[in-house]
């Protein structure tokens, strides 16, 4: 592994954690959708383009720039063409965000078919009350050309819909990204799941959505908040394999 400091090892253990976590939660998609983490120097970490999710571990994450090139790659499989558009779109327009999710779940890609999107159903969804972006299908994302549209897209929002495609998010860090793909994915969830009774479905109003994602911003910001709720995440893993 690469890692010459402390703190490029540590991220490097939260971003293979995410991958694994994501496929335990049956969230990935073969070797496809991608996470990637920022490192100084205008260089981001991706998965190599060749392992399944519960395969990446900290030492075979691949380090590419700005411009695509691949600086380390312990596995020789080089990135996803996909990944590089769409996280260096992201990381080089947001230097706020550190950690960019991307992933092809079934609930994900059924809601971001649907007209009406994300509806304020549920107290997940409504952390995205104003808050969630939505971004058009322009086929697979190997148009480098496309990653204007996606940062203009996302704004300064940390969580997208991308249309017929699947859902995004952004972090602070690894684990507050992970745990916002996991509200979105659960949103989607919960919202096809009433939508398949047939009834009639209760909106929460616009005044008790902004209240509710309030909430979720003070939490997310807080002294403990996603931290140690990223902390019990990472101690899932363990259990089973305390390899990272």
């Given at each position: 592994m690469n890692a010459t400091t402390s703190e490029e090892r540590d991220l490097r253990q939260n971003l293979a954690a995410a991958y694994r976590l994501i496929a335990l939660d049956g969230m990935d998609d073969g070797i496809d959708t991608h996470i990637s983490a920022r490192l100084p120097g205008e260089r981001f970490l991706l998965n190599a383009y060749g392992l399944r999710f519960a395969e990446v571990r900290a030492d075979n994450l691949v380090t590419v720039d700005a411009d695509g090139k691949v600086l380390d790659d312990p596995t020789g499989l080089g990135i996803n063409p996909a990944g590089f558009t769409i996280h260096s779109a992201l990381h080089a327009a947001r230097p706020d965000v550190n950690c960019v999710m991307h992933c092809h779940t079934v609930a994900g890609v059924a809601i971001?078919?649907?007209?009406?999107?994300?509806?304020?159903?549920?107290?997940?969804?409504?952390?995205?009350?104003?808050?969630?972006?939505?971004?058009?299908?322009?086929?697979?994302?190997?148009?480098?050309?496309?990653?204007?549209?996606?940062?203009?897209?996302?704004?300064?929002?940390?969580?997208?819909?991308?249309?017929?495609?699947?859902?995004?998010?952004?972090?602070?860090?690894?684990?507050?990204?992970?745990?916002?793909?996991?509200?979105?994915?659960r949103s989607c969830q919960t919202q096809l799941a009433a939508q398949a009774t047939g009834q009639p479905l209760r909106l929460a109003s616009p005044t008790m959505a902004e209240h509710v994602a309030?909430?979720?911003?003070?939490?997310?910001?807080?002294p403990a908040g996603s931290d140690r709720a990223w902390q019990a995440e990472l101690r899932r893993l363990s259990g089973a394999d305390d390899s990272l």
């Open positions: 971001s078919c649907l007209e009406e999107g994300l509806l304020p159903l549920n107290q997940w969804a409504l952390q995205f009350h104003d808050r969630l972006a939505y971004h058009d299908f322009e086929g697979i994302a190997l148009e480098l050309d496309e990653r204007e549209r996606l940062a203009e897209d996302l704004g300064d929002h940390a969580a997208m819909i991308l249309r017929q495609h699947g859902l995004l998010t952004c972090g602070r860090s690894v684990g507050e990204a992970f745990l916002r793909m996991r509200n979105l994915e309030q909430q979720f911003d003070a939490w997310a910001t807080g």
